[in-house]
Every structure is written in structure tokens, then in C-alpha cells.
């Protein structure tokens, strides 16, 4: 689009409906898909348009839409009292300072950018439908055309003739219009219906009996213009979302081991010959290196994977660094605030948190490190902990390079281990283990003589 169009556009979105049938108390278009608000889905498309302002008309639910969502540069607008569609267009129209106005819908999430564009160089001036041809239109406005195939009117179809019901062609209710000449048209209309409410599709018949010309644009796939009113339409979006996504990646030369059983909820970038397997959940924002395999049922959040490592199944990875060619998991919790180097090892049912991992280190087993730094080529043994908090404060424990910490070892923090030092097992150390030495902290074993195991009564 050229930026004399860009400059002169407007974008309405209209996001005040209750959605009864998705029976719950949060606004409709709060409901997610992939991560994401239905309504910042449509804000996101709206804003690569780059339109001089988004304005969101909301209602249901008073503020609750406009707190969720503050962080986004909208202008908000309460419709109060809801009377319809195009009642919600007029409470908007005085801050609209373009030429032209988009209007979308805050529950309908994935209409394309390029779907978008269509219509609004089909538009050029004039007023443009975006309509499309449904297999089973039932349920939806018809578009109705003149022997020339000019649009004339829409019909809803509890008002539709037979023959009119058998029209394919339908209304999806986003619309590109010139500012100016809208506003005469919604000043012009009336709530002479049972609802007693003021719609946007009477706009059509009003342009087309001043001699208007209406021009219309189509979407590629019919679910680009699928809104959401139950929880069941919503999990069906979700899917073509991810399905898309999938598709989307797979271009891109990832290996999807089943794009079925993959969820990508924000933004996923893979360097070359990456594999994912089944049942992984993308949150936030994750980049993953070259040649990076991510096993079954992992979550990743917020992270960074460098090239060549293997996360094994069943680990959760959380606002967390991880370097080249290292081996995570299985069943390992890597938690926010943590910098795992290359060639380290972390292994089973093992929890890392707010902590630094040195270059080959390894923590294989059933092990806790938090608030930590570990060096270089370190080995803690199985079943060790590090006692960072003792009630009311968090302490630090530091580990040197080439350390060997037993099995079963408690570190009471602040604590320091020194380089080369190694900790025997079952140890409680509490104050700082010198270099190079041994160190061996365990109570007396006491054994007592005849001592007899309790019967159970």
C-alpha cells in the first residue's frame, strides 16, 4: 500500500459485544488464541496497515477490556448504552480525523494483512465489503446484486426470500468506507427492527439508493473472516491458527514431527535443521540455534537454545539462557534468570534457578542449584542442594572450576566451594570449603545395640 493511502486511514475496531455463549464472565474478546487476546490479534494486523489511529469500541464488561489490554496504543471509546453495530460506529466517528475508515471486529482474529489491503484499494473512495463464498452460507447476511452484479442491499436471512436464501455470497461485516460520506449514512439510520438496535449492514442499502457504487474484495480461505462466540469455535480457531503456524515453520525447514501436536504461543525463530518433537508449547519469545532437537512434551518460555543441544522430554525451560551443545533433561525445571555455558550437562528431575552453569559442568541427578554460580567442568552429584534461603533472604553459593560435589550434599548458603576442591557425600558444609582440599561433613554414625522396631498394634 502507498503511504498516501497509509496516511489517510483509520481503523475501527468493534469489541463491545457480551459473547453470552462463551458463558463466562471475562469479555469475549479477551478469550486467547495462541498466547494472544482475540482483540490484539486484530489490533496486530490493524496496525501493519499503519493507520493514523485504532480506535476499539468496547462496552461488556466496563473497563475490564481497556485495563487487560493498556500496554497497546489504542484509543478507547465505552459504547454505552450497546445498541448495535452501527450505533458503535457512530460513537467513534467524531475522533476519526482520515479520509478513509476500516472497521473490523474484535472476535474475528485471523483475517490476513493482505486480505485487509484488498479491500482497501478496492475501496478507493467508494464504500467496499469484504464478502465471501460459503459452501453452507446459513446463518450470515446475503449479499444481493443487480443483473449488472452491482451490489444493491443485504439481506439477513430470517429476512431472506428462497430464492435469496440460496445466495452463496455473504456478508462478513468488515468494511472500508470514505469518512465523510459514512457519516451521513449512519446519521441516516433507523432502528426499526426488533431489536430496536442500529445496524452497520444497513449502511449498504442506504449507499446503493443514493446511486453509489459498492465495491467488494474476498478473502483466500474462508476462516480469515470465522468470529468466535463459543468456547467450541474458539478451540476450532486455535487449531487453524497453530496449523498455520506449523505450516508456516515447516516452510522455513523446521522439522515438525507432527504439526498436529505442536503450540506455538508467541514468536519461535530456528536457525537451520532444527526438530521438534510432539506435544512441545512455545511461549513468549524463543530463539533456537542450529540443529537444536527439542524431545516430546517440553515447554520453552522466553528462552534462547544455542546450536547443537538436546533437550529431552518432559522439561520445562523459563526465561533462561542456554549455550551450544548441551544435553537438558529429561524431567529437568530450568527456571527464570538462568545461564547455562556450552557443553553442560543437566539431567534428571534436576532444578536450576537464577543461577550460572560453567562450561562442561554437569548436574545430572535429582538436584537443586539455585542462586548459584558454578564454574567450569564441575560435577554435583546426585540428591544436592543448595540451601539459598533461610527464611527471609536469598544467599548466594559459589562453586569453583573442576569442583566434585557427592552425593546427598547440602550447601548452606552464602557458601563457597573452592576450585578443585571435592565435597564428600551425605556433607553438610556451612562455611566455606578451601581449594584443592577434601571436606567431609557428616555426624558420627551411632549404632544402638538391641534396639527393636515397633510392632504395629
Not at 494483512?113 to 482497501?120: G, H, I, P, Y
Not at 522439561?315 to 539462557?321: D, F, H, M, T, Y
Request: charged share 20%; with cysteine.
Amino acid at each position: 500500500m502507498n503511504s498516501a493511502v497509509r496516511a489517510s486511514l483509520d481503523v475501527v475496531i468493534l469489541a463491545a459485544g457480551k459473547g453470552t455463549r462463551m458463558r463466562s464472565n471475562l469479555p469475549k474478546v479477551l478469550h486467547g488464541i495462541a498466547g494472544r487476546s482475540l482483540l490484539e490479534h486484530v489490533i496486530h494486523t490493524a496496525r501493519a496497515l499503519e493507520p493514523r489511529a485504532i480506535h476499539v469500541v468496547y462496552g461488556h464488561g466496563g473497563e475490564q477490556v481497556p485495563a487487560a489490554l493498556k500496554h497497546l496504543n489504542v484509543h478507547w471509546i465505552r459504547q454505552e448504552p450497546q445498541l448495535g453495530t452501527g450505533h458503535a460506529v457512530q460513537q467513534a466517528m467524531p475522533a476519526l480525523t482520515a479520509d478513509s475508515v476500516l472497521i473490523l471486529y474484535g472476535d474475528v482474529p485471523l483475517t490476513r494483512l493482505a486480505t485487509l489491503r484488498a479491500l482497501l484499494t478496492a475501496a478507493a473512495g467508494k464504500l467496499a465489503l469484504l464478502t465471501a463464498e460459503l459452501a453452507d452460507p446459513s446463518g450470515y447476511g446475503r449479499i444481493v446484486r443487480d443483473g449488472a452484479g452491482r451490489i444493491v442491499r443485504i439481506v439477513e436471512q430470517k429476512d431472506a426470500s428462497v430464492s435469496e436464501q440460496a445466495i452463496r455470497e455473504i456478508n462478513t461485516g468488515i468494511v472500508a468506507a470514505p469518512v465523510a460520506q459514512l457519516k451521513n449514512w449512519l446519521a441516516a439510520l433507523r432502528n426499526e427492527n426488533t431489536q430496536k438496535e442500529y445496524y452497520l449492514t444497513d449502511v449498504t442499502g442506504l449507499a446503493a439508493s443514493e446511486g453509489a457504487v459498492i465495491a467488494s474484495a474476498q478473502p483466500a480461505d474462508d476462516w480469515e473472516i470465522l468470529g468466535v462466540n463459543s468456547k467450541a469455535q474458539l478451540a476450532g480457531l486455535e487449531r487453524i491458527h497453530q496449523r498455520n503456524q506449523a505450516h508456516a515453520l515447516m516452510e522455513q525447514g523446521v522439522t515438525l514431527m507432527d504439526p498436529a501436536r505442536f503450540d506455538l504461543r508467541g514468536t519461535l525463530t530456528c536457525g537451520q535443521d532444527v526438530s521438534i518433537d510432539v506435544n512441545v508449547v512455545i511461549e513468549g519469545d524463543v530463539t533456537l540455534g542450529d540443529r537444536v532437537q527439542i524431545g516430546p512434551n517440553n515447554v520453552l518460555r522466553h528462552c534462547q537454545i544455542g546450536a547443537d543441544t538436546q533437550v529431552q522430554p518432559n522439561c520445562v525451560i523459563e526465561n533462561a539462557e542456554i549455550g551450544v551443545d548441551c544435553r537438558i533433561g529429561p524431567f529437568a525445571r530450568i527456571r527464570p534468570d538462568t545461564r547455562i555455558a556450552e557443553r553442560a550437562h543437566i539431567g534428571n528431575f534436576v532444578e536450576i534457578k537464577k543461577s550460572v552453569i560453567g562450561v562442561g559442568s554437569k548436574v545430572n541427578h535429582l538436584t537443586y542449584v539455585g542462586d548459584s554460580t558454578v564454574g567450569k567442568d564441575v560435577n554435583i552429584g546426585a540428591g544436592t542442594i543448595t540451601a539459598n534461603y533461610d527464611g527471609a533472604n536469598k544467599h548466594q553459593t559459589v562453586i569453583g572450576d573442576n569442583a566434585s560435589i557427592g552425593s546427598n550434599v547440602v550447601l548452606v548458603a552464602p557458601v563457597i566451594i573452592g576450585a578443585g576442591a571435592t565435597i564428600g557425600a551425605g556433607s553438610v558444609i556451612s562455611k566455606d570449603a578451601p581449594a584443592g582440599e577434601l571436606t567431609v561433613a557428616r555426624a558420627k554414625a551411632t549404632t544402638i545395640a538391641g534396639w527393636k522396631r515397633p510392632v504395629k498394634k
